[in-house]
């Protein structure tokens, strides 16, 4: 089946530092989302982004996905940005993988 | 209140018996869908349903059963509980297979 692979697995940064997400996925999809659970557990999407580049204040993503790859970009980092970030995708018509999430990226924003 | 919820939020069980996990959602929303996150497994998708009477098997089905007779509702069972089922489950909801999810707040799930 599809394979989505999330690096970095742990991101520490200061606040208000910049920094990139990145979803690695093994073959072609026609869905992809970021969502972002914060430390208390509550899952949030962030993007539904199957291709482009969409922004939401200060965060941004962009699906290259002839490429196989989509970046979450968080700018002017606050401590409430801290959470594990995942990306999934869907490759329809493949039944075994209907929606397949990545192992996340565990953000830690340092005040 | 709008939106999804999930019933119980805790749970303690024992291996063998029956468990039901409730979803319920006010969006009417046609597709649901049911995850469990485990550490070092992220989330993993156990059912979904595309609408009323309408299910399929997600990635890890197994030990699981799940139905649908109304639209704002998607209950899943642990017909019987085992160990291996100790988890954090979440229930979505969205529009269709290519929108927003919108997630619950999650049942954790302990079976001793």
């Known amino acids: 089946g599809i394979q989505v692979e999330q690096s970095p697995p742990d991101l520490i940064l200061q606040e208000g530092a910049n920094s990139t997400l990145r979803c690695n996925f093994s073959d072609s999809v026609n869905n992809l989302q970021w969502f972002h659970q914060n430390p208390w557990g509550q899952l949030i999407n962030l993007f539904y982004i199957p291709s482009g580049t969409k922004q939401n204040g200060r965060l941004s993503a962009t699906t290259v996905a002839t490429e196989r790859y989509s970046l979450l970009y968080i700018s002017s980092s606050q401590t409430t940005d801290s959470g594990v970030y995942f990306c999934a995708v869907e490759k329809s018509g493949d039944r075994d993988d209907k929606i397949i999430f990545g192992k996340g990226t565990r953000l830690h924003i340092l005040p | ?112």
């Not at chain 2, 485990?38 to 197994?62: C, F, N």
């Open chain 2, 1 to 112: 209140d709008a939106g999804i919820t999930q019933s119980p939020r805790y749970k303690i069980t024992e291996t063998g018996r029956q468990v039901t996990l409730m979803c319920h959602q006010t969006w009417s929303h046609s597709y649901m869908f049911w995850y469990r996150q485990d550490l070092g497994h992220g989330l993993r998708l156990i059912y979904y349903s595309a609408a009323a009477d309408i299910t399929d098997k997600g990635e890890v089905p197994d030990g699981y059963v799940v139905s649908r007779s109304k639209t704002e509702n998607f209950p899943l069972t642990l017909e019987s509980a085992t160990r291996s089922q100790t988890s954090v489950y979440f229930c979505a909801s969205s529009v269709s297979l290519e929108r927003t999810q919108y997630f619950g707040p999650g049942t954790r799930l302990l079976v001793l």
